[in-house]
């Protein structure tokens, strides 16, 4: 049996870091783990504009432990009046994404876009600038069950995008479903993914053992089986249009287990040990280096990391809970022991 696993230093790309007391709280966390990040931009108010971004990068780097050696990679959040010359203003201020939320589809996304037709002068020049697009892939409409709103957005929204924009690098943001990971691989080298630890360890079931279990809620929602399976064997064909996306989202726990719970899991902290014990789970333990640490630069077009990170096979527990501002977090896997550690 293989005890330790040295991979190339990996990076995140889809992360959840907030701001202010949050921000301090979580950062070390993913800084410890990953060289890079995409931040994603679902602040109150949104990261809109390259000055916002510009701004919030300076208060991540701020908050970094002295020690830390991090790079966040900066996003702005799409809107119906995103212009086109703020994307020149962004690609100059060294941001590296858009972030299409459509309106109401998650956590802090009202200001999201309610109908991708009005942002297509901006597309145009994000195809032009080489700027990314990162989509949250599920319709809102309130008449498609919340488990086929991914399978829905494939046709009424990705497939028309790719075919108006057939240069734009596209990221279909934290799979879920058979239906995503399918079009993913059928699809050209302008099209990739991220997936989230949760969704390759857990099925639907998850939230529902025992009674209702709001850690285990995200958005999109974890599916049945079938699709988790498909996820797995997207990662495991090692395919480079796969990458790491932890999509890690920190609410508090009292916002958490609340009448109204928020959609997130807060992943960071075991985030590379719950990826590794997904793919030790189907054999696939020597497809997680291309996973984590090379696929997502490649399709960005940066360079891999030259550092190294050590897994080992050593017992640890996560903690249950951690302090987060006024307030405390819990992990995902709070409590359980895992079978892979960080060094
Ligand atoms: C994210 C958050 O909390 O910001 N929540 C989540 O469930 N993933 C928003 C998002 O990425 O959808
Ligand atoms: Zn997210």
């Given at each position: 049996?293989q005890?330790?696993?040295?991979?190339?230093?990996p990076d995140?790309?889809?992360?959840?870091?907030?701001?202010?007391?949050?921000?301090?709280a979580v950062?070390?966390?993913?800084?410890?783990q990953?060289?890079?990040?995409?931040?994603?931009?679902?602040l109150?108010?949104?990261?809109?504009?390259a000055v916002q971004?510009q701004?919030?990068?300076?208060?991540?780097?701020?908050?970094l432990?002295?020690?830390?050696?991090f790079?966040?990679?900066?996003?702005?959040?799409l809107?119906d009046?995103?212009?086109?010359?703020?994307?020149?203003?962004?690609?100059?201020?060294?941001?590296?994404a858009v972030k299409?939320?459509p309106?109401?589809?998650?956590?802090?996304?009202d200001?999201?876009?309610?109908?991708?037709?009005k942002?297509?002068?901006?597309?145009e020049a994000?195809?032009?600038?080489?700027?990314?697009?990162?989509?949250h892939?599920e319709v809102t409409?309130?008449?498609?069950?919340v488990f086929?709103?991914?399978a829905v957005f494939?046709?009424r929204?990705?497939?028309?995008?790719?075919?108006?924009?057939?240069?734009l690098?596209?990221?279909?943001?934290?799979i879920?479903?058979q239906e995503?990971a399918?079009?993913?691989?059928?699809s050209?080298?302008?099209?990739?993914?991220?997936l989230?630890?949760?969704?390759l360890?857990y099925n639907r079931?998850?939230?529902f053992?025992?009674g209702?279990?709001p850690?285990?809620?995200c958005l999109p929602v974890l599916?049945?089986?079938?699709?988790?399976q498909a996820?797995l064997?997207?990662?495991?064909?090692?395919?480079?249009k796969?990458?790491l996306?932890?999509d890690?989202?920190?609410?508090?726990?009292?916002?958490?287990?609340a009448?109204v719970c928020?959609?997130?899991?807060?992943?960071?902290?075991a985030?590379?040990?719950?990826?590794?014990e997904?793919?030790e789970a189907?054999?696939a333990?020597?497809?997680l280096e291309?996973?984590?640490?090379?696929?997502?630069p490649?399709?960005?077009?940066?360079p891999?990391?030259s550092?190294r990170?050590?897994?080992?096979?050593?017992?640890?527990?996560?903690?249950?809970?951690?302090?987060?501002g006024?307030?405390l977090?819990?992990?995902?896997?709070?409590?359980?022991?895992l079978?892979?550690?960080l060094?």
């Open positions: 049996m005890d330790t696993l040295t991979l190339t230093r995140d790309w889809h992360l959840h870091l907030r701001d202010g007391a949050a921000l301090a950062l070390p966390f993913t800084a410890r990953f060289a890079r990040a995409i931040v994603m931009p679902n109150r108010p949104p990261v809109t504009t971004a701004a919030y990068r300076e208060r991540i780097l701020a908050a432990p002295a020690d830390a050696d790079e966040p990679l900066m996003t702005l959040y809107t009046n995103t212009l086109p010359r703020e994307i020149g203003a962004a690609r100059a201020a060294g941001v590296v299409l939320y309106a109401g589809a998650t956590t802090n996304s200001a999201g876009v309610t109908d991708i037709r942002t297509y002068a901006t597309l994000m195809q032009r600038e080489g700027l990314l697009l990162l989509v892939g409409d309130g008449e498609i069950d086929d709103r991914e494939i046709e929204v990705m497939q028309p995008l790719r075919r108006d924009f057939p240069e690098k596209v990221v279909f943001e934290h879920t479903t995503a399918q079009y993913v691989a059928a050209d080298r302008f099209t990739a993914a991220t989230t630890p949760q969704h360890l079931n998850a939230l053992t025992g209702l279990r850690h285990y809620y599916k049945r089986e079938q699709h988790r996820l064997r997207a990662v495991a064909s090692g395919s480079p796969f990458f996306g932890t890690s989202a920190p609410h508090a726990a009292v916002l958490k287990e009448s928020g959609a997130g899991c807060f992943s960071a902290p985030a590379l040990e719950l990826y590794a997904a793919f189907i054999g333990l020597d497809k291309a996973f984590a640490s090379h696929h997502g490649d399709f960005y077009g940066l891999r990391n550092g990170v050590t897994l080992q096979r050593a017992p640890w527990q996560v903690p249950e809970t951690l302090p987060f006024d307030a977090i819990k992990p995902l896997r709070g409590g359980d022991t079978n892979w550690k060094l």
